[in-house]
């Protein structure tokens, strides 16, 4: 199935998606990598607000390329989003409802997807030329000291995504490879 | 005797960052549409076209092809009759600063692995020398991604686990990586030398073009039996299922101890970058 998807996303919408199916995702969502969550786990634990509202939110794992001239922004695939598995439970118990990287996640993390009914969304890896052509708007919200990896909040338009583990805990990391497996023995 | 001087050096290492970045070498543009040409899972296939649809408009747009434009390694065979008038290795840092700052290239380095503050111009390169007869300079720049090296590994096996150990310890550690190394990958192999030769071995490995063959029959008969067997894992571009989980795998060697088997793979994406130019 493919689906097209505009921010604010309900969680409705997110129960209908099946590991597979594949996503245009429109809208608001917002970059964080590896040194941006550790900074949003240290605003949490002081009690302090976050640079984005997380009810709802859309995080995307990636550190894009400087733009040059004329350009929204550069080359913007996904990093490997199994760095991010120590933080994203407790993001997803505070509302944050969509992940998009590559790669697959922990048992922790498909847990905390079944328990918020959220999705984990994968972008095409190693495609950071193409995947950059669907922003349209680039800001950056805070922590410019990381350079490429700011957090910054971006409009996309017809992103293209795979849902990669579905609300129900379903992974393709483990169905796709399976059943292409499977193929083989029926010849 | 040559005299090269320290400008020409980072004049061609900027350009190689920048080169390396945006078009990868021909023989894994020409795995990439074999691949797509004769992968026959459906979703594989689609994968691998876009993938190309990729390499295609990071030419035409002259962007880099992934955002994570690396860690520069820059590998010099450095003639022992060239005489190189100025700093050799500093000509290299300001290349890869150049090269990164005017390519828009992404500054993925920090300058202490635990303290973890951003250099801002990607330097420092991770830069090998190795010495051969002549009076040229041949540089190659190979921009490595970490989604894959972090997916690499080493291992000291006894020499009583012989082949059979050192095929399990590679096909465990690409069968481990799954889908975060961004397949289709390249795997670099290094067997013997030591605790520190054999991951360099692993490095080197990735250097040489995945269409040729190790020159000795014994280890190309080995390379083509591995990559076989990681195609048969089924992880496929992505991790998504398929074929193509591995485009091409090469093996190098040394000497080692009487009382070890070192082994080291070192794990490279679809976009495995490397330029060369020689002054």
């Given at each position: 199935m493919e689906y097209r998807l505009q921010t604010p996303i309900t969680k409705e919408q997110l129960s209908l998606l099946r590991a597979g199916d594949r996503v245009l995702l429109s809208g608001t969502v917002y970059t964080a990598r590896d040194a941006a969550h550790k900074r949003l786990m240290e605003l949490l634990d002081a009690g302090q607000p976050l640079?984005?509202?997380?009810?709802?939110s859309v995080i995307y794992y990636v550190g894009p390329t400087p733009e040059q001239p004329?350009?929204?922004?550069?080359s913007a695939g996904p990093t490997t989003s199994g760095r991010m598995d120590a933080f994203s439970p407790r993001l997803l118990d505070l509302g944050q409802s969509v992940m998009i990287g590559k790669g697959g996640r922990s048992a922790a993390v498909v847990d905390a997807i079944r328990r918020n009914g959220a999705v984990y969304l994968a972008a095409m890896g190693g495609a950071g030329a193409l995947m950059g052509a669907c922003v349209e708007a680039l800001e950056v919200?805070?922590?410019?000291?990381?350079?490429?990896e700011a957090v910054r909040r971006l409009q996309v338009r017809d992103m293209p995504l795979t849902v990669a583990i579905d609300s129900t805990g379903e992974s393709i990391y483990d169905s796709g490879p399976a059943a292409y497996l499977n193929s083989l023995k029926d010849k | 005797m040559k005299t090269i001087h320290a400008d020409q050096i980072r004049d061609l290492v900027a350009e190689l960052c920048i080169r390396a970045n945006r078009e990868l070498p021909e023989d894994i543009v020409r795995a990439m549409t074999g691949a797509a040409g004769s992968e026959p899972w459906p979703l594989a296939k689609e994968t691998l076209s876009v993938l190309c649809a990729n390499l295609d408009a990071a030419r035409e747009k002259a962007?880099?092809?992934?955002?994570?434009?690396?860690?520069a390694c820059v590998f010099a065979e450095l003639g022992q009759d060239v005489h190189v008038e100025g700093n050799f290795q500093e000509a290299i840092q300001e290349g890869v600063r150049r090269g990164y700052r005017e390519g828009y290239?992404?500054?993925?380095?920090?300058?202490?692995?635990?303290?973890?503050?951003?250099?801002?111009?990607?330097?420092p390169a991770a830069i090998t020398v190795e010495f051969v007869p002549g009076d040229a300079l041949k540089l190659t720049v190979v921009p490595k991604g970490f989604g894959s090296e972090n997916m690499s590994r080493l291992a000291m096996l006894?020499?009583?686990?012989?082949v059979e150990g050192v095929k399990k310890f590679i096909i465990d550690t690409v069968a481990a990586a799954g889908a975060n190394p961004c397949p289709p990958i390249v795997v670099g192999v290094g067997i013997g030398g030591t605790f520190d030769k054999v991951a360099a071995l692993a490095k080197h490995a990735l250097?040489?073009?995945?269409?040729q063959t190790n020159p000795d029959p014994y280890y190309a008969a080995l390379e083509a039996e591995l990559l076989e067997e990681i195609n048969r894992l089924g992880i496929g571009p992505q991790g998504?299922?398929?074929?193509?989980?591995?485009?091409g795998l090469c093996i190098e060697t040394m000497p080692t101890h009487v009382a070890g088997l070192p082994v080291a793979v070192n794990i490279s994406c679809h976009v495995t970058r490397r330029a060369s130019g020689e002054l």
């Open positions: 640079p984005f509202p997380l009810e709802g004329g350009q929204v922004i550069g919200l805070c922590w410019e000291d990381l350079g490429c | 962007l880099p092809i992934c955002q994570d434009t690396g860690l290239l992404r500054k993925s380095v920090v300058g202490d692995p635990l303290r973890r503050v951003n250099t801002e111009d990607n330097t006894k020499p009583a686990d012989g250097l040489r073009p995945i269409d998504f299922g398929g074929r193509t989980t591995a485009l």
